[in-house]
């Protein structure tokens, strides 16, 4: 049964930090680039980082450049997200998705909310 588990999530303040963590089963993870995205109230998901399978590379949205990084643990088939300097504007539900050339899988998502 494949799972994707997010934890991390929660309520900081404004220039604050959270950790983000996607714990993977049920699928070979090293098989297939991770990425997180977010979806905001009112406005569409869209993708935040993503990084290859075997983590050589990452890519991330305009908006994130600089605050957040990436990073993946192919032993323990886990995706995290460091989120540094955050803003009002990232409060979200942030999902972890496995991306693969034939599936894709996604997580339950976790809400974090910037906010004074």
């Known amino acids: 049964q494949v799972q994707l588990v997010e934890s991390g999530g929660g309520l900081v303040q404004p220039g604050g930090s959270l950790r983000l963590s996607c714990a993977a089963s049920?699928?070979?993870?090293?098989?297939?680039?991770m990425r997180w995205y977010r979806q905001a109230p009112g406005k569409e998901r869209e993708l935040v980082a993503h990084?290859?399978?075997?983590?050589?590379?990452?890519n991330y949205a305009d908006s994130v450049k600089g605050r957040f990084t990436i990073s993946r643990d192919n032993a323990k088939n886990t995706v995290h997200l460091q989120m540094n300097n955050l803003e009002p504007e990232d409060t979200a539900v942030y999902y972890c998705?496995?991306?693969?050339?034939?599936?894709?899988?996604w997580g339950q998502g976790t809400q974090v909310t910037v906010s004074s």
């Open positions: 998705n496995a991306f693969g050339f034939i599936n894709t899988y």
């Open positions: 049920g699928f070979t993870f090293s098989n297939y680039a």
């Open positions: 990084i290859p399978r075997a983590g050589s590379s990452t």
